[in-house]
């Protein structure tokens, strides 16, 4: 029979003419021939274990046979590995370099078969025995014992690590049939089980192993048998594996395992295990309880645990369930969290939460489904419970609220009439104390001032005269001097403008007082006929003070019709938007008004090319107490109050602005006020 294990000899370039006298020397030793040219890339990198010895052709065109040599030597795996050259008769100095690079022998062409079988034999047999004292040394370092025993299960050879196991020595076993181990103290039932494993692997001809336990220590026990060339068993090589720490790991699982099993049958939380079509294999009795079936198994109506074992998990469902998941969605699900509605034997349902784990297999396919349920009926009852307190709180606070929010506006709205009335009778009183505090004396120095001119005129005329009498030359004299001391000529001259300009002072007083008068009117409760434009040129005339000398008033009036309105209420309103341009100008600068009327309305625009209002807060402006005035320069009621004016009369007021390009504000309202 041939051998399992045959020894390699590789040649590099071998010439055809050679070759059959080597090969037909290597065959009669019964080895492996493997051929290679010069050419190959793979010469430092020989792996094949079994390559005894290297033969070298010594003509050889594309590479100097001395390189070979040094790439051979560089190889982990060849530089140990005898090389013989084939070769002609070669010269002293070259077998010393080439026997420095590595080689060991020649052999000299033509190539005598007796020569060769003799020197290739050599190194074969030590090749073999380098190998045998390689496995030998590997065999007494196992921590395995290992032992050979003869066809008639003789010990033949057992390894030192026996003696880590048996009070024993190797030398007290080789020699001895197996059957009589006994004698040394070796228990019966351990060596009638190793013999039996004998018995087998002679009958079988083929590898055996078993597991079995000698004084407290698990081996593994393989018994391996070798042939002869007739395939006769001849021996058989018997390792003993200790397995002692896998079994005692394996026991700590199964014990893990029944506790785990112990805790999954007692704890409160149902557990389900499916096969990935979802049908059940394994159910506990919290689990079964909780679905109604009986865990004692003495259920009147037949309904046990048991009963769920081999049914589809959607028993434990009511209605239809979804389309089940596929293998590939449970692989990549892996693990998945959800609330469900089950249902009991007896078809009532309850909530439950789940949980869901796909068990892989070692080659990633799905082995089972763990579902962990528990039942939330009382959660969910305290969860309804909490809404249901949670939507009465939120409505009480939402009517809280808007009963704040409506007690806010009226308060707000109750403020601005008192500021509103306040300002009004404020203004109506004061009105009335100017028009009567100078009404009397402005009459009183009116009148007055034309009978002033009279006199002074008529003493004009008499000074006239006199100066057309002939007097003294000393009189004169004295009359010219005293005139030039009072400087008469230009008294003469100014007397007129002085009285002129008097007048015209009380006209002006005379008029502020009437433009005073009408911008209040005393009788704002009663809708007017209301000219836009004078109205306008009235507000402009009482704020002179706000924009003389340093805002130009730029005025473009149509002639529109009378408005219908509370006159006083309307005059606040320009007032505001007036002074408000004139503010919003920090240094020189201009206001243009427009007015203009159509069948309907009249539209009155304020321009001012001041600093303009900033976007964010173009929507707060009409609300009250909202101001971008310095503390104590404006109350934030200006706008506010003349947009609810605006709004009473049916109009409307807009707001147009550009930071840094000024602001427009444009008022339309009714011609004619509807009355309530």
């Known amino acids: 029979m041939e051998n399992r294990y045959k020894q390699t000899v590789l040649i590099i370039d071998g010439k055809p003419e050679t070759l059959p006298t ?259 294999i394994y159910s506990n009795a919290s689990e079964a309880a909780m679905h109604g079936y009986d865990v004692s198994g003495d259920d009147l109506q037949g309904y046990t645990v048991n009963e769920l074992i081999g049914c589809d998990i959607s028993a434990l469902a009511p209605g239809k369930m979804r389309k089940p998941l596929t293998e590939e969605e449970l692989i990549a699900l892996r693990r998945w969290k959800r609330e469900s509605i089950n249902m009991r034997k007896d078809g009532s349902t309850f909530p439950v939460q789940l949980m869901s784990d796909v068990v892989l297999s070692n080659d990633g396919s799905v082995v089972a489904i763990v579902t962990s349920c528990e039942d939330i009926t009382e959660r969910k009852q305290m969860e309804e419970q909490i809404k249901l307190h949670t939507e009465q709180l939120e409505g009480l606070v939402q009517e809280r609220t808007v009963a704040l929010y409506k007690t806010i506006e009226e308060l707000k709205q109750s403020q601005e009439q008192l500021v509103q009335t306040t300002k009004m009778a404020s203004l109506g009183v004061l009105t009335a104390g100017v028009a009567h505090e100078i009404n009397n004396p402005l009459a009183f120095v009116y009148g007055n001032i034309g009978n002033l001119e009279k006199f002074v005129n008529k003493l004009f005329s008499l000074l006239e005269i006199y100066n057309q009498v002939e007097l003294s030359s000393e009189t004169k004299s004295k009359i010219e001097s005293f005139k030039q001391e009072i400087n008469y000529d230009y008294i003469i001259n100014r007397i007129d403008t002085l009285i002129v300009k008097t007048k015209d002072g009380a006209n002006r007083i005379k008029k502020i007082v009437q433009d005073l008068k009408s911008f209040a009117r005393l009788d704002v409760s009663d809708i007017t006929d209301m000219n836009v434009n004078e109205s306008l040129n009235t507000t402009l005339e009482l704020l002179y003070h706000e924009y003389k000398n340093r805002i130009v008033i730029i005025k473009e009036y149509e002639e529109i019709p009378n408005l219908q309105c509370y006159a006083a209420k309307i005059n606040q309103v320009f007032m505001n938007l007036l002074i408000n341009a004139c503010q919003a100008i920090e240094d020189k600068g201009e206001v243009k008004i427009r007015t203009s009327s159509d069948s309907e309305k009249v539209t009155i625009s304020i321009s001012d090319n001041g600093k303009g209002i900033l976007p964010e807060i173009q929507s707060k402006i009409f609300d009250p107490f909202f101001t971008t005035k310095p503390v104590g320069v404006g109350t934030g009621l200006g706008l506010s109050t003349g947009y609810k004016i605006i709004k009473e009369h049916g109009g409307e007021i807009l707001v147009e602005s550009s930071p840094g390009r000024g602001t427009t504000f444009t008022v339309h309202i009714p011609l004619h006020m509807a009355h309530d």
């Open 22 to 280: 080597i090969e037909a020397t290597l065959k009669e030793l019964d080895v492996n021939v493997v051929r290679a040219t010069s050419e190959s890339t793979d010469l430092c990198s020989i792996t094949d274990p079994s390559v005894a010895l290297i033969i070298l052709d010594a003509n050889m065109a594309e590479m100097d046979r001395c390189d070979i040599l040094r790439l051979l030597r560089q190889s982990e795996t060849a530089r140990h590995l005898p090389v013989i050259i084939l070769t002609e008769p070669l010269a002293t100095d070259i077998v010393i370099k080439e026997c420095e690079t590595g080689v060991v022998d020649y052999l000299v062409k033509p190539v005598h078969p007796a020569i060769a079988k003799s020197k290739l034999r050599v190194f074969l047999e030590l090749d073999r025995q380098r190998q045998l004292v390689g496995y030998r040394a590997l065999v007494e370092n196992s921590k395995d014992i290992i032992s050979r025993f003869d066809s008639d299960f003789i010990c033949r050879y057992i390894n030192q690590t026996c003696s880590l196991y048996l009070p024993l020595n190797p030398e007290d076993l080789i020699g001895r049939h197996i059957g009589h181990f006994t004698e040394l103290g070796i228990e019966d039932d351990f060596i009638q089980d190793v013999m039996e494993l004998f018995d087998v692997t002679v009958e079988f001809r083929k590898k055996q192993e078993i597991e079995l336990n000698l004084d407290k220590h698990y081996f593994q026990i393989v018994s391996i048998p070798e042939f002869d060339d007739a395939n006769n068993v001849i021996s058989l090589v018997v390792i003993f594996h200790d397995i002692s720490d896998r079994k005692r790991i394996e026991q700590s699982i199964h014990k893990d395992r029944q506790l785990l099993a112990k805790a999954i049958e007692t704890t409160q939380v149902g557990f389900t295990i499916t096969d990935k079509t979802g049908i059940i």
